[in-house]
């Protein structure tokens, strides 16, 4: 991977940035329509970042048919007071059958595993009979699931997903607070990586694990704080670097 040394902060405005956004979310088949991981440490402003990229590519043509539910097991969003959060799938695909942005709260902690697998699952059946259908699957805090670990084994359910989706129209987006609770099939399986404040032993996981380069992940643990954030290509390599996003509740 390329080492892009002194590369200033860009500042971010998304709408000049919608080859980015496609490459993070647009589930098209391409060669960027792998899943897409976020990792940072608790707090560092991965939810507020993901909001704002998910609303920057709704404003994009490309994105038109894009079908988005967004998972939170905090039971939390960002998307405004107009989204109203569903707390049953079978509301959340009749949802996603209307509208570009549902979001899914599954409410019992026993079952946290068992909801988000039916979700992947009635999310691929709704793609087995639309051939033209485009999902995002994004899961917040996933780290809370079984299986996120890096020797960990995620259900069959988030595997699938994860390998099978770019050929059926379904991005999986993870959102994790370590690099490390990516469980190593990922590896391989994403085509970008967002990074905010990392840690560095989580940095020595990525240079191990997923062959990033060593000297550019080092200078990302300094550059990274204050709610800015890095897109590490992991097709072609390279990393942008961009300042925060705007915050508003
Ligand atoms: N771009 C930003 N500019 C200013 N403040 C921000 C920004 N992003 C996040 N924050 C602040 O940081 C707090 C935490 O942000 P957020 O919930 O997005 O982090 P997180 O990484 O998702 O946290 P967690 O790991 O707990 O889920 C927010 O309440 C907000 O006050
Ligand atoms: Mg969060």
């Given at each position: 991977?390329?080492?892009?040394?002194?590369?200033?902060?860009?500042?971010?405005?998304?709408?000049?940035?919608s080859q980015l956004l496609k490459q993070m979310f647009l589930p098209d088949g391409g060669t960027y329509a792998l899943g897409s991981?976020?990792?940072?440490?608790?707090?560092?402003?991965?939810?507020?970042?993901?909001?704002?990229?998910?609303?920057?590519s709704?404003?994009l043509d490309s994105f038109k048919e894009v079908r988005f539910v967004?998972?939170?097991?905090?039971?939390?969003?960002?998307?405004?007071?107009?989204?109203?959060?569903?707390?049953?799938?079978?509301?959340?695909?009749?949802?996603?059958?209307?509208?570009?942005?549902?979001?899914?709260?599954?409410?019992?902690?026993?079952?946290?595993?068992?909801?988000?697998?039916?979700?992947i699952?009635?999310v691929f059946n709704m793609a087995n009979v639309n051939d033209n259908g485009q999902y995002v699957i994004i899961?917040?805090?996933?780290?809370?699931?079984?299986?996120?670990?890096?020797?960990?084994?995620?259900?069959?359910?988030?595997k699938k997903a994860a390998i099978a989706g770019r050929s059926k129209g379904v991005r999986l987006i993870?959102?994790?607070?370590?690099?490390?609770?990516?469980?190593?099939?990922f590896?391989g399986n994403i085509s970008g990586?967002?990074?905010?404040?990392?840690?560095?032993?989580?940095?020595?996981?990525?240079?191990?694990?997923?062959?990033?380069?060593?000297?550019?992940?080092?200078?990302?643990?300094?550059?990274?704080?204050?709610?800015?954030?890095?897109?590490?290509d992991m097709i072609r390599?390279?990393?942008?670097?961009?300042?925060?996003?705007?915050?508003?509740?």
């Open positions: 991977m390329k080492n892009e040394e002194n590369v200033v902060l860009k500042p971010v405005k998304m709408t000049e940035n991981s976020f990792a940072a440490t608790s707090g560092s402003g991965k939810t507020t970042l993901l909001s704002h990229l998910i609303k920057e709704l404003k967004y998972v939170s097991i905090k039971l939390e969003h960002l998307f405004g007071d107009e989204v109203k959060p569903l707390s049953t799938l079978n509301e959340t695909f009749k949802s996603m059958a209307k509208n570009n942005l549902t979001v899914f709260y599954p409410t019992d902690p026993t079952n946290y595993e068992t909801d988000v697998d039916n979700l699952e009635g899961v917040d805090d996933c780290n809370i699931l079984q299986g996120f670990d890096n020797r960990g084994n995620p259900s069959p359910s988030m993870t959102i994790c607070h370590r690099i490390g609770n990516m469980p190593r099939l590896n990586l967002v990074l905010m404040n990392v840690s560095k032993m989580d940095i020595e996981y990525a240079k191990k694990v997923f062959g990033l380069e060593v000297d550019m992940m080092e200078s990302l643990i300094d550059e990274l704080t204050d709610y800015k954030w890095a897109y590490i390599g390279g990393v942008m670097r961009f300042n925060p996003v705007p915050h508003s509740k």
